[in-house]
Nanobody, 125 residues
């Protein structure tokens, strides 16, 4: 059972930056995708970004492209989400998740098997 622990959330002013981290307890799959999703109050959970662990291919939602960057640290088994130019619409609980296998349907939450507990990001305007 893979455990994911997110950190780095908090309160930030509009235009500011935050970096989220997600540490995985183990690496048991030869191929997998790590993704970030978010859920704002009253809304469905939505895809934010994903990275293919081997090779490093990345994908982003249009709403965050150019502002957010996903990256990984192999040695630490950790994925990061650098968030810049934050605005009020970015306020949400952010979750990291693991999708074993290839990158097919990386944008669908139901493709992911393991989830972290979430970390709150609040952007004040």
């Amino acid at each position: 059972q893979v455990q994911l622990v997110e950190s780095g959330g908090g309160l930030v002013q509009a235009g500011g930056s935050l970096r989220l981290s997600c540490a995985a307890s183990e690496r048991t799959f030869s191929s997998y995708v790590m993704g970030w999703f978010r859920q704002a109050p009253g809304k469905e959970r939505e895809f934010v970004a994903a990275i293919l662990w081997s090779g490093g291919s990345t994908w982003y939602a249009d709403s965050v492209k150019g502002r957010f960057t996903i990256s990984r640290d192999n040695a630490k088994n950790t994925v990061y989400l650098q968030m810049n130019s934050l605005n009020a619409e970015d306020t949400a609980v952010y979750y990291c998740a693991v999708k074993p296998g290839n990158s097919d349907r990386y944008y669908r939450e139901f493709s992911y098997r393991y989830w972290g507990q979430g970390t709150q990001v609040t952007v004040s305007s």
